[in-house]
């Protein structure tokens, strides 16, 4: 079985920053492409952030320059640094990691979400 765990959403005002974690954890032999995505209230979940095991990132239009995603291989943890936030950045994040477990095959797993809220 694996797990994601999410943490570090709150409330932020506009202009500041936020850093999300998250810990992946179970039988996994290696994670490839892990990445984070969001959804506002009445909005499709989209994608934020992507990186591969090797480190190469890919970004919504939206985050770019104000959003760095990064990863601890050894940790199993990936981290989206947040700054400049902004109102449109409030919503649920979450995260999602292509995991090969020991005992079965490369699947895509979520974690449970994160709320971010950014105010005026």
């Known amino acids: 079985q694996v797990q994601l765990v999410e943490s570090g959403g709150g409330l932020v005002q506009a202009g500041g920053s936020l850093r999300l974690s998250c810990a992946a954890s179970g039988s996994i032999f290696r994670i490839n492409i892990r990445g984070w995505y969001r959804q506002a209230p009445g909005l499709q979940r989209e994608l934020v952030a992507l990186?591969?095991?090797?480190?190469?990132?890919n970004y919504a239009d939206s985050v770019k320059g104000r959003f760095t995603i990064s990863r601890d291989n050894a940790k199993n943890t990936v981290y989206l640094q947040m700054n400049s936030l902004k109102p449109d950045d409030t919503a649920v994040y979450y995260c999602?990691?292509?995991?090969?477990?020991?005992?079965?095959?490369?699947?895509?797993?979520w974690g449970q979400g994160t709320q971010v809220t950014v105010s005026s």
């Open positions: 990186i591969t095991r090797g480190g190469s990132t």
């Open positions: 999602m990691s292509s995991v090969i477990p020991y005992d079965g095959y490369e699947d895509d797993y």
